[in-house]
């Protein structure tokens, strides 16, 4: 069983940023009910939302980490305390941002990997990363979720970006752009990579 399950994780990033990129945009939509959180916590309110993560996605009732597998890769994922406080204290990022925190469990199984990274701060949390795209549907609105996995020992899921629209049209703005630096990660990832020519096999594809 764990040999197969290396045989998955090696092969899948074998592949190259091209061929993930072009997985992404070929990708189902996730459809995600915009209203689950009524109920589980308050929106706006850090500590409801932070309580919420703690409780429900980060513990089981036995006080022990939830494992969580992404079909993508078949790797185990976590969630800490610290990415906990994270992902609450970003909640000024927006009502969007804050209905797809309950939604946390459906993006690590569904997410599509990016890249990997190496830190490139002194002093960052964790010495390598892994960056997750999900294409997800909201209210019947297209969002790209981007996801930040921290690799150190554990896979912790330390993060999460929401963007308005599809993962194409992120992609596209995000190597347009060099101001706003919610888009800064994509930028750098995706800087070499021919967009035009991914789509342009898609297209052949289904054609």
């Known amino acids: 069983m764990e040999a197969c399950h290396s045989l998955f994780l090696r092969s899948s990033r074998e592949l190259s940023l091209e061929d993930r990129v072009g997985r992404i945009f070929d990708s189902a939509c996730l459809e995600l009910d915009g209203e689950a959180y009524v109920g589980k916590y308050i ?6 939302i932070k309580n919420f993560i703690n409780k429900k996605l980060r513990l089981n009732s036995e006080k022990k980490s939830i494992i969580y597998r992404n079909l993508n890769t078949g790797e185990r994922i976590i969630l800490s305390s610290e990415s906990a406080g994270k992902i609450a204290g970003h909640y000024k990022d927006g009502e969007i941002y804050q209905k797809t925190i309950i939604h ?26 892994s960056y997750y795209i ?38 596209n703005f995000a190597k347009n752009t060099t101001t706003d630096p919610k888009y ?15 789509l342009s096999h898609i297209n052949n594809k289904s054609g």
């Open 43 to 48: 929106l706006n309110d850090w500590k409801s």
């Open 104 to 129: 946390i469990p459906e993006i690590i199984k569904n997410m599509k990997l990016l890249e990997d990274m190496q830190a490139n701060k002194k002093g960052s949390k964790f010495s390598n990363y």
């Open 134 to 171: 999900t294409n997800i549907s909201l209210a019947g609105k297209p969002y790209t979720v981007l996801s930040t996995i921290g690799r150190e020992g554990n896979n912790i899921y330390y993060d999460h970006n929401t963007f308005d629209g599809t993962s194409q049209n992120v992609f």
């Open 184 to 198: 800064s990660r994509l930028s750098e990832i995706l800087k070499n990579v021919d967009l035009k020519l991914i």
